[in-house]
């Protein structure tokens, strides 16, 4: 069964250090979506992206957050300079379609620490 | 905007014990309505789905029907093991929108 992947499972990095987190999306899905869940608490919506561009971000996706496809088939979310709240689990998302009826599949998560 | 709203846990019952997780949503238009289970160390699972009102999802033994006139989609399972000690996740999504999740409820099922 196809399935969403994520590297690393795991990342530990030093603050106001740059950080990629990739995922390879299932390949004939279009819509891509990065959320985070802080010590299993809520799981956060970050930012969607369709046909190249960001097609919504919440405000937790300020300008340290940043999207890109840079070949077709990964989806990386990078973060510029790290501060110690950024410490969460990164999930990946992906669907077939932008319509209400297309559930997303979610990768198993990055976990990042930032120390 | 749109919002799922989910009963607190932890919710802690024996072995073959009833399961109903409440959630309750706000949304504009027709939302799909989603369960999502998390089991310890993993990521998101998709449980259940329903996409119309009056629609029952079912999965493993989980089943939650789309109530529109009460804005609700409840989980339930009818005798719950020691296997679904998971985090569940109510969640809706509106059209050419993302998910938005409840805050999850922890179940902890002792033998």
């Known amino acids: 069964e196809p399935e969403v992947t994520q590297t690393p499972s795991h990342q530990v990095t030093q603050m106001g250090q740059e950080v990629i987190l990739r995922c390879v999306p299932i390949s004939n899905h279009l819509y891509f979506y990065w959320y985070r869940q802080i010590l299993g608490q809520k799981v956060e919506f970050l930012v969607s992206?369709?046909?190249?561009?960001?097609?919504?971000k919440s405000e937790i996706f300020d300008d340290q957050f940043s999207v890109e496809r840079p070949d077709g088939s990964n989806f990386t979310l990078k973060i510029r300079s790290t501060k110690l709240e950024d410490s969460a689990m990164y999930f990946c998302?992906?669907?077939?379609?932008?319509?209400?009826?297309?559930?997303?599949?979610f990768g198993e998560g990055s976990r990042l620490t930032v120390l | 905007g749109n919002s799922v709203t989910q009963m607190e846990g932890p919710v802690t019952l024996s072995e073959e014990a009833f399961l109903t997780i409440n959630c309750t949503y706000t949304a504009t238009g027709y939302p799909s309505l989603f369960w999502y289970v998390q089991y310890p160390g993993e990521g998101l699972q998709l449980l259940l789905k329903?996409?119309?009102?009056?629609d029952k999802g079912s999965n493993k033994g989980f089943e939650a029907t789309y109530r529109k006139e009460t804005t609700s989609f409840h989980l339930e399972k009818g005798s719950v093991q020691v296997s679904d000690s998971a985090v569940y996740f109510c969640?809706?999504?509106?059209?050419?929108?993302?998910?938005?999740f409840g805050t999850g409820t922890k179940l902890q099922v002792i033998p």
């Open positions: 998302a992906s669907s077939r379609t932008g319509e209400n009826t297309g559930e997303l599949f």
């Open positions: 969640a809706l999504r509106g059209g050419y929108q993302k998910v938005t």
């Open positions: 329903a996409t119309k009102a009056d």
């Open positions: 992206f369709y046909n190249n561009e960001i097609s919504e």
